[in-house]
């Protein structure tokens, strides 16, 4: 099994900027896919951003793509999102999430899910 724990969120003004981290632990080495998601009340789960981790390069969904960035710290076991520009639409629980497959960034596809850290845009 693969553990992830989110840290970094908080309460922001619009246009201010978050950096959200991802720690993976446990049998890391099952990891081929890692993704950001994230969910308000009342609303489906969406994908943020994700990367397949064999050759692949990170993918944005067209709402943050050119204002949130998804980087990799390999030997810490960290992932993180980089978020710039922030909206008031961008208030929601944020969670980062872990794939065995690397098959797709579908949610499905994503085993591992960490316990979340709210977002605040005002």
């Known amino acids: 099994h693969v553990q992830l724990v989110e840290s970094g969120g908080g309460s922001v003004q619009a246009g201010g900027s978050l950096r959200l981290s991802c720690v993976a632990s446990g049998h890391t080495d099952e990891i081929k896919c890692l993704g950001w998601f994230r969910q308000t009340p009342g609303k489906a789960r969406e994908r943020v951003a994700g990367?397949?981790?064999?050759?692949?390069?990170?993918y944005y969904e067209e709402f943050v793509r050119g204002r949130f960035t998804l980087s990799q710290d390999k030997a810490q076991n960290t992932m993180y999102l980089q978020m710039d520009g922030l909206k008031v639409e961008d208030t929601a629980m944020y969670y980062c999430?872990?794939?065995?497959?690397?098959?797709?960034?579908?949610?499905?596809?994503?085993?591992?899910w960490g316990q979340g850290t709210q977002v605040t845009v005002s």
């Open positions: 999430a872990a794939g065995a497959s690397g098959l797709s960034l579908v949610a499905k596809y994503f085993q591992y």
């Open positions: 990367i397949l981790l064999i050759g692949g390069r990170p």
